[in-house]
């Protein structure tokens, strides 16, 4: 069964740092995979999404995401961190040939320090 | 454009009660999904309606909770009676018609926080 595992529940940067945020997908290989974002006191947004096109793929507010076959993930970056990327950051897999229902990872909440 | 939206935005309720939630998808939408996050856990599939029939509803919980899509167009999740399990936040979700791809952006709504007491 396909699956997805983020790695960090919580996940603190200073302002102007890296982002890294870690996904890994169960090893049969999905044709999709998507970051979904939310944002306090809103719905879940979608970020980013692979489509076994490109395996770098790029989002909304510089975020970017490489597909790695060999490593299994799809971990999620930004060059640099702004105070508004604080959020609740979702890998999710849709489960293929079945109406699209959604597979979701924990979730890893990004602080961002001044 | 309306996005999807969702009523009430809280619901306090004890143990034994009744709840009711609504989901108003995106006009013209015909998959409706149905989520929820525990406390801790992840979020999890409930079910999907295309149009007014239920598609899949391998998630729900048990037979407490109840989903309908009268005429298609907005949705109901009633929980009855209520435990002290069912607390989470319950998100729905809705997408175009999928065409024959196994996947359609699905654009989520804020969420109904239910806490039974």
């Known amino acids: 069964a396909q699956s997805v595992t983020q790695l960090g529940s919580h996940v603190s940067v200073s302002e102007g740092a890296l982002v890294l945020l870690r996904c890994n997908y169960s090893s049969s290989v999905p044709p999709y995979l998507f970051w979904y974002v939310q944002y306090p006191n809103q719905g879940l947004q979608l970020l980013l999404k692979y489509t076994s096109a490109a395996t770098l793929v790029k989002g909304i507010n510089g975020f970017e995401a490489e597909f790695k076959k060999s490593e299994t993930s799809f971990h999620l970056t930004k060059p640099s961190a702004h105070m508004s990327d604080a959020a609740e950051y979702f890998c999710v897999v849709p489960i293929y040939n079945q109406g699209g229902k959604l597979i979701f990872g924990q979730g890893t909440e990004l602080s961002v320090k001044p | 454009e309306a996005g999807v939206t969702q009523f009430p935005s809280h619901s306090v309720i004890e143990k034994g009660q009744t709840v009711t939630l609504r989901c108003d998808p995106i006009s013209g939408h015909d998959n409706l999904y149905w989520y929820r996050r525990v406390m801790g856990k992840e979020i999890k599939f409930l079910l999907h309606f295309v149009k007014e029939s239920k598609q899949d509803e391998s998630g729900m919980p048990n037979n407490r909770f109840l989903a309908e899509r009268t005429g298609g167009t907005y949705s109901t999740l009633k929980v009855q009676p209520a435990e002290l399990e069912d607390s989470g936040v319950y998100f729905c979700?809705?997408?175009?018609?999928?065409?024959?791809?196994?996947?359609?952006?699905?654009?989520f709504g804020p969420g109904t926080r239910l806490t039974v007491l």
């Open positions: 979700a809705s997408s175009q018609d999928l065409g024959g791809y196994s996947y359609n952006e699905q654009f």
